[in-house]
């Protein structure tokens, strides 16, 4: 991607001082799909961080934010990645917190990077979900039922959107209340 669209994109993603969530793409053109996410996250008022960083391009970026990111008070980190998907991995190598994998597409449709970041060696956990803006909204409502198992408040507005299905099942990530 040329400098001036990857500043574009990397403008608009939220950068919390105390994020609860830390969402890491591998490009800044992940961003379209993962805005998905960080919405689905603004829905709920979790504070959370979306960063486009890379496993491949910047390996001690990555070592040093996911590393250090149990201390800053993050609770989940949230990894996106596309084809040659080895950032959720990566990420789960550096932190025992929970890391949520969300494939991205790519040329072969996202099966690559599907079982890129499915098929962790047994001991290093990454839960991967769907593939593409699904998985998007799935890894944010995911991380917000982990926070919610010690947030009383987190989980009134998880019950009250599981309860708007009923009333308006046709957009997923706009329900959230
Ligand atoms: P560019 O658009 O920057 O060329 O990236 C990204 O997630 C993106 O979907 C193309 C695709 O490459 C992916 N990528 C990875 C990793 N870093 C970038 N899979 C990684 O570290 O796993």
Request: aromatic fraction near 2%; glycine fraction near 10%; hydrophobic fraction near 45%.
């Amino acid at each position: 991607m040329e400098p001036g669209r990857r500043r574009r994109y990397l403008g608009r993603m939220p950068d919390s001082d105390n994020p609860l969530v830390l969402v890491l793409m591998g490009s800044a053109s992940d961003w379209p799909v993962m805005e998905h996410a960080s919405t689905t996250l603004d829905d709920f008022g979790v504070a959370h961080q979306c960063k486009a960083l890379s496993a491949h391009r910047n390996p001690a970026k990555v070592s040093a934010v996911v590393g250090g990111a149990r201390e800053r008070g993050v609770q989940v980190v949230i990894a996106a990645a596309g084809a040659a998907a080895h950032l959720a991995g990566v990420c789960a190598a550096h932190t025992t917190l929970p890391v949520l994998g969300v494939p991205m597409t790519s040329a072969l449709d996202g099966l690559d990077s599907l079982l890129s970041t499915v098929q962790m060696p047994g001991g290093v956990p990454v839960g991967t979900l769907a593939i593409g803006k699904a998985g998007a909204v799935n890894a944010a409502l995911l991380a917000v039922e982990i926070l919610a198992l010690h947030d009383q408040s987190l989980h009134g507005r998880l019950v009250a959107y599981r309860a708007k299905w009923d009333e308006r099942p046709e957009d997923p990530r706009r329900t959230a209340g």
